[in-house]
């Protein structure tokens, strides 16, 4: 039985304005506190190369450091956007450096085009993040590891390998290029929204109870 996913429908230029966002910019998130495993700076070098094809393309980072951040994370921090300086991106990126509250997640994640998951962590089998990404009907690229492998399931050309800055901007370059790939993701994502749906999902436990 798989993780349920919570659908959301929310406007785009809607959240984009609530947020304060550019609407008509091309957004990339990546949703969560800054932390070393989830490949902020993966990110960064993939901008680099999707910039020159799209001088519009954002890169929305909500969340900022944990209330809890160790010493480790800050200095991932710190690297992260030293990064952006050298490479100059400070105009592409975007970092609120604060804390939205549950009822903003919905907003946030329809205000993206793509929702990227670059992390290289191997300790959980499911992600809750990565539901509420496909529930918002985003089209998601994440990294090709155990966690994220239920992508296939949309399509497997979205899973990179980690630490794979290249294959990450190539993967958005044709996305927004591809009107057919974007739209067959599109399709895609919104079936295995509603397959995994947490009504769907409860429907399965229900079941399973019954049986045994």
């Known amino acids: 039985i798989p993780h349920g996913t919570e659908l959301s429908d929310e406007d785009q230029e809607v959240s984009r304005k609530r947020l304060g966002l550019p609407v008509d910019a091309k957004i990339l998130l990546m949703f969560g506190f800054v932390k070393p495993h989830k490949n902020f700076h993966i990110v960064i070098d993939a901008l680099v190369e999707i910039r020159k094809k799209f001088n519009d393309v954002c890169f929305f980072m909500p969340g900022g450091l944990a209330p809890t ?30 804390f939205f509250p549950n009822q903003d997640v919905p907003f ?7 929702i990227l998951f670059p992390y290289c962590e ?12 496909i529930g918002a009907l985003r089209p998601v690229i994440a990294s090709r590891i155990p966690k994220f492998e239920e992508l296939k ?8 390998l980690p630490y794979n800055s290249s ?22 994502t919104d079936d295995y ?15 399973l109870y019954r049986r045994s």
């Not at 994370?73 to 991106?89: G, H």
């Not at 191997?122 to 990404?133: I, M, P, Q």
């Not at 929204?193 to 079941?207: C, I, M």
């Open 122 to 133: 191997e300790d959980r089998a499911a992600s809750g993040s990565f539901h509420l990404a």
């Open 108 to 114: 946030l994640l329809r205000s993206a085009d793509i």
């Open 153 to 160: 399931n949309i399509n497997d050309e979205l899973l990179i």
């Open 69 to 98: 951040a160790s010493d480790k994370d800050k200095e991932y921090a710190e690297l992260v956007f030293r990064k952006i300086e050298d490479l100059k991106l400070e105009n592409n990126v975007i970092y609120p450096n604060k």
């Open 167 to 188: 294959g990450i901007a190539g993967t958005v370059i044709r996305l927004f290029e591809d009107k057919d790939f974007w739209q067959y993701v599109i399709d895609r």
């Open 193 to 207: 929204r509603k397959l995994t749906s947490w009504e769907t999902v409860a429907r399965q436990h229900v079941e």
